[in-house]
């Protein structure tokens, strides 16, 4: 049985529904059961809990033979994965996917990234079989822009003209599931990104083309994203995080690719245009 901690976010409904289609078990773990009622109604088992909890984590790890290990940001993020990971060499576990960050790296100093790489290197002095996902960003960043896209025609972003190599999270979630499927003889580290390197102007133009009218995109200084994220986001740790990443990714720490993706889901990623035609609904 395959476990999905974080069934309820992006990669991992993804992810799971995908095993579930190919005749996996799946045990899926989230604080609220009503978020996790579509993988239910697939056929998953869900355990009502907090992944930083230690009772909730050894009870979620029973038959077990690999973890999806992906949880959302946050100061808990580091503890709570390797929490996960101890407890998973504890109770037999074969396989640990780690979703981490293409931005993980030993020269990361944002918090989002700086912290997965240090619970992949927690990770790798265990002795469990590991494969770690890198994906670059994830185009479903783009839907916090519906209502500014739906109602203004344009989005902002403290980017300038960075590229960066934009992923489908759904994407991502197939990947994963995959690489999960089988135990693999290694353990290996795969950056997962979409076929080109754009910049956010050249997203805008695809969303237009999906859309049928002109999108802009606007180049926002990293102190009005700031502000910004201070309205919306209640927590000061992820406001500054997301703050500090995004100036890395402004300073170029996405624009690299990879054909990793590719070759795992035996075809080219999504790009933005198939991303919108699927989403449009979201933007229209
Ligand atoms: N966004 C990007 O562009 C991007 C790019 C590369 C890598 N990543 C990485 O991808 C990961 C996020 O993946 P995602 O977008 O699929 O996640 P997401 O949509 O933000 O969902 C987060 C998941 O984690 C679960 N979770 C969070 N805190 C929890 C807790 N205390 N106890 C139990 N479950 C908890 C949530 O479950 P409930 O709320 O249901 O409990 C939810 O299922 C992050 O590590 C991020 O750094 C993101």
């Not at 049985?1 to 992006?10: H, S």
């Not at 088992?45 to 290990?69: C, F, P, W």
């Not at 949880?71 to 580091?78: E, I, K, P, S, Y």
Request: with cysteine; net charge negative.
């Amino acid at each position: 049985m395959i476990l999905v901690t974080g069934i309820t976010g992006r990669v991992g409904s993804s992810a799971s529904r995908y095993l579930l289609d190919n005749g996996f078990s799946v045990r899926g773990l989230t604080r609220d059961d009503q978020k996790a009622r579509e993988s239910a109604d697939l056929g998953a088992e869900i355990v009502v809990g907090d992944v930083s909890e230690v009772t909730t984590v050894k009870n979620a790890l029973k038959d077990i033979s690999t973890v999806i290990l992906v949880t959302g940001n946050g100061a808990h993020q580091f503890e709570a994965e390797c929490l996960v990971a101890r407890e998973s060499v504890a109770s037999g576990v074969e396989h640990i996917v780690k979703i981490s960050s293409m931005e993980a790296g030993p020269d990361a100093t944002a918090p989002i990234p700086a912290s997965h790489y240090k619970i992949e290197r927690f990770i790798q002095d265990t002795r469990l079989k590991y494969t770690f996902l890198r994906p670059n960003f994830f185009m479903q960043n783009l839907m916090l822009f519906a209502h500014s896209i739906k109602t203004l025609n344009q989005f902002s972003l403290p980017l300038g003209k960075a590229k960066t190599g934009i992923i489908d999270a759904d994407d991502v979630g197939e990947i994963t599931a995959r690489v999960a499927m089988k135990t693999p003889a290694n353990s290996s580290i795969l950056g997962l990104s979409g076929e080109k390197l754009i910049d956010f102007h050249d997203v805008a133009r695809q969303i237009s083309q999906v859309l049928g009218r002109e999108i802009t995109y606007h180049e926002q200084s990293h102190e009005d994203f700031h502000a910004h994220l201070s309205k919306v986001i209640p927590s000061p740790w992820h406001v500054d995080a997301v703050s500090r990443l995004f100036v890395e990714i402004a300073d170029g720490a996405l624009e690299s690719l990879s054909t990793d993706a590719r070759n795992i889901l035996g075809r080219k990623p999504n790009d933005v245009a198939a991303f919108m035609e699927k989403n449009k609904f979201v933007f229209a």
